[in-house]
DNA sequence: CTGGGGAGGGGGCCC
DNA sequence: AGGGCCCCCTCCCCA
């Protein structure tokens, strides 16, 4: 965590994140095009590891930002692609393979999706889709709805956010639709609590309790806001923006998000992580392996397939306590509130998910309580 | 203007 | 210590 309080910090990102210039800004490389392609591609399983993503370009120290600018024209000066319209990959979401691609690269491409044949009798196609297999099965419905499947969030889960503030910080309960790992559940602060009993760790400085020793460890050493008065510590900060970190681990794993050392060898792009490499390479393939089981709709991320869900639901997530009006996102309702919510609110800074019972110990969360630190 | 999908980032936990 | 995976969130774009 940086080294200001995490409260403000937290502030920052949802202001467009405007204290880091990267954020929705992948850059293009230089080069990492092999001279020739695999002539063999990959199992489609190993295809983001072994073939797109070559570990050993991962090198953070040496490997420079390509770009840091947030405007999109920048990527134009780059003679690559002027906008996200006509980007290789937004060409490729829409269906058509970009023209500009060398043949080498859209035969290796072809081939690895015929890899993915065998599994086309598993595909639910959507529309938009249809040219393409989908690799795995349904995402199972036992995972989203371990209990009785309902389309509409049972009343405990519902989000209530007053006009006036809506909390972005805040983390939702536990709730089966949320398509949480199996094994764990999220406290009401958002610390991860198994749900096997095991001794817990806690934070002298914040009281944060975590299950393992090492991730005390990394609270206190990354994170802990309130472990910095009482320690005195070597800050580390970036030299490509204002970021100041009390690790050096920590700086590190955030200059990645300026040095991109994962780089897609089909389009270049350039990823902070390898997953998020996967995740992009998967707009490639057309693979997407979670499936929604009320329109069969299938998505490439798991996040997007549970915002999804949410359009399936009669009473949506994110509620105003001002109309009543339920949202399925967060973004959503933060519009309906900006636009100004017809129906004046007596509290206008409440956040007060529906399952607290009332009582002292559940009072609504006024803004100027502690935003969990993380 | 609203709702929704696609894509990507930050940070936490487990191994 | 680091990788993998996860959740939550945001931004952008489009119908």
Partial sequence: MLVEDSQSARAMMTKKYAHCPLKKRPVLVREERPATPPTTPPHPAHMATHFYYDYNNCDMENDEPENLSTKPEDLSKTGNYPNKASSPIATAAVKLEPREWPQQQLEYLAACRARLEPAAELARPTPQYAYLPTLYPSYPLEEMYPTAPSLSPPAHQLYHYSPASPPSSCSPPPCPEDLRSPGSVSSDSGVSVSTS??????????????????????????????????????????????????????????????????????????????????????????????????????????????????????????????????????????????????????????????????????????????????
């Fill in 197 to 374: 009993r095991r001794p817990r760790y806690q934070c002298p400085d914040c009281a944060k309790s975590y299950s393992t020793y090492s991730g005390l460890s990394k609270h206190q050493q990354y994170h802990c806001a309130a472990a910095e008065g009482s320690l005195a510590r070597k800050s580390f900060s970036c030299k490509f923006c204002a970021k100041v970190y009390t690790s050096l681990g920590a700086l590190k794993m955030h200059i990645r998000t300026h040095t991109l050392p994962c780089k897609c060898h089909l389009c270049g792009k350039a990823f902070s992580r390898p997953w998020l490499l996967q995740g992009h390479i998967r707009t490639h393939t057309g693979e997407k392996p979670f499936s929604c089981h009320h329109c069969r709709r299938a998505f490439a991320d798991r996040s997007n397939l549970r915002a999804h869900l949410q359009t399936h639901s009669d009473v949506k997530k994110y509620s105003c306590t001002g109309c009543g009006k339920t949202f399925s996102r967060m973004s959503l309702l933060s519009k309906h509130l900006e636009g100004g919510c017809g129906v004046p609110t007596t509290s206008p800074y409440e956040y007060r998910p529906e399952s607290m019972p009332t009582g002292p110990s559940h009072q609504a969360l006024a803004p100027t309580a502690p935003v969990h630190a993380y």
